[in-house]
């Protein structure tokens, strides 16, 4: 909870000093993907937090390494 | 898009500490044992044509990046997809340095403070050089770089009274086979880890060096690492060695002269964190200057806070442990070819004969 606690912070920081003077400027695609990747990342660190597996690409890339080379 | 330079002192310089990076905390002793410099110098010899074809790259089409050397070889869609595997590379090669780095913090020196939290000040450091731009971080590293040498020639030369020789024996005692396979193993981490510095070379101001630029780079990093692995070595021994997770710290903790200098291995802690965030920043910033090729964006600087948290959060779900960790560099070996190897050697080969094309275009 201490994490999601922390980070929350974080990304309050960045959502107000970095994202908002990027809303009001002219870059509106930005704006979107930055919106998108900001939102994943705060949701997959608020799982973490809470302690939820999440689909870790090590164990795709794994599986695809097995498939080729072993 | 960018107007940015740097010289190629500050290139080749950022490629040594890049390939220093995290390879001083997580070098693998366990396969060639006694033998793990031999095979260190192989890779080294192995790394050779490969950066001499990074370099061919660069030196052929020196106004472009990879991204846009891609999109131009290879037309939009089959470019685009290509980017973005090399984008996702590079997010994930910066999200691995993040997870060794907190690793190697939690193990040695804070095992109750939680990997989140060193993983935070570390990926916001790394954000915050990015988003001043690739020359604060060229200039910061050629500040920092003396120290690492110094810290690393430091402990080598105090670490004599404590070395044994015979600790490097015996010599190929299980042949050359486990000597060739870790060698191979350390050309995909870290010499071939210098693909990123495609999407990077472009802005040195001295055109067409970029071959000499990517060798002088590897081969400073190799020695340095040849140095470390050296004295890890002779200080420690086997089966010591194999026994300690990050076997630079436990050799370096045993150096002491009389009995006023000890301690120095909080010194090689320093060196190993901050060749670490060297490498996640390049990281970060090839992954960002992706996106923008990707997408069209202007600047990468408006993504850097977006791909730096994503970064962060990647890391905390990569590894279950720490040993993990250690295993997945088998696994990594494997994954890296293509974006290492298969990629840049296509480029090469497609770029040779875009050139020939356009020079028969000029004879007619």
């Known amino acids: 909870m201490l994490m999601i606690f922390i980070y929350f912070f974080v990304f309050l920081f960045f959502l107000i000093f970095d994202f908002m003077p990027l809303l009001h400027s002219k870059y509106k695609g930005v704006a979107i993907f930055y919106s998108c990747i900001f939102s994943l990342s705060f949701i997959m660190i608020v799982l973490t937090g809470l302690s939820v597996n999440i689909p870790n690409p090590n164990d795709f890339i794994e599986n695809i390494v097995n498939l080729f080379i072993r | ?364």
Not at chain 2, 88 to 98: A, D, K, P
Not at chain 2, 297 to 318: E, H, N, Q, R
Request: a positive charge; one cysteine or more; aromatic letters at 16%.
């Open chain 2, 1 to 364: 898009m960018r107007n940015e330079k740097i010289s190629a002192s500050q290139a080749y310089f950022l490629i040594m500490t890049y390939v220093i990076g995290t390879s001083l905390s997580i070098t693998d002793y366990s396969v060639a044992l006694e033998n793990t410099w031999l095979s260190m110098l192989i890779a080294l010899i192995y790394a050779t044509p490969l950066v001499i074809i990074y370099g061919s790259i660069m030196n052929k089409f020196p106004d472009m990046e990879l991204f846009q050397i891609m999109e131009f070889l290879f037309g939009k869609i089959i470019g685009k997809v290509l980017s973005f595997l090399y984008t996702f590379y590079f997010l994930h090669l910066g999200s691995i340095s993040i997870r060794n780095i907190t690793e190697y913090i939690q193990v040695v020196s804070f095992p109750e403070t939680p990997q989140y939290f060193s993983a935070l000040f570390i990926g916001l450091l790394a954000i915050y050089v990015i988003k001043s731009g690739i020359e604060v971080l060229t200039r910061v590293n050629k500040f920092l770089f003396p120290l690492l040498i110094a810290v690393t020639i430091l402990t080598f030369i105090m670490g004599i009274p404590k070395s044994n020789l015979s600790n490097l024996l015996p010599f190929l005692y299980y042949g050359w086979k486990p000597v060739l396979e870790d060698s191979f193993t350390h050309l995909a981490f870290p010499f071939a880890e210098t693909v990123v510095f495609l999407s990077l070379l472009n802005i040195v101001s001295e055109k067409k060096k970029s071959s000499k630029i990517f060798l002088l780079g590897i081969y400073g990093g190799g020695i340095i690492l040849l140095n470390v692995i050296i004295r890890n070595i002779v200080i420690l021994g086997f089966p010591n060695l194999a026994a300690s997770t990050f076997p630079s710290y436990y050799a370096v903790s045993l150096v002491d002269v009389g009995t006023f200098i000890r301690g120095i291995e909080l010194i090689v802690s320093i060196n190993i964190i901050v060749a670490g965030f060297i490498k996640i920043s390049v990281c970060l910033y090839g992954a960002c200057l992706g996106i923008c090729r990707i997408f069209s964006f202007d600047d990468y600087k408006w993504i850097t806070v977006p791909m730096g948290l994503l970064m962060i959060a990647l890391s905390f779900i990569l590894y279950e442990n720490t040993m993990h960790m250690f295993e997945w560099v088998n696994v990594y070996k494997f994954y890296a070819i293509p974006f290492q190897i298969v990629f840049p050697l296509i480029i090469f080969i497609f770029g040779f004969f875009r050139k020939d094309k356009s020079k028969s275009k000029d004879s007619q």
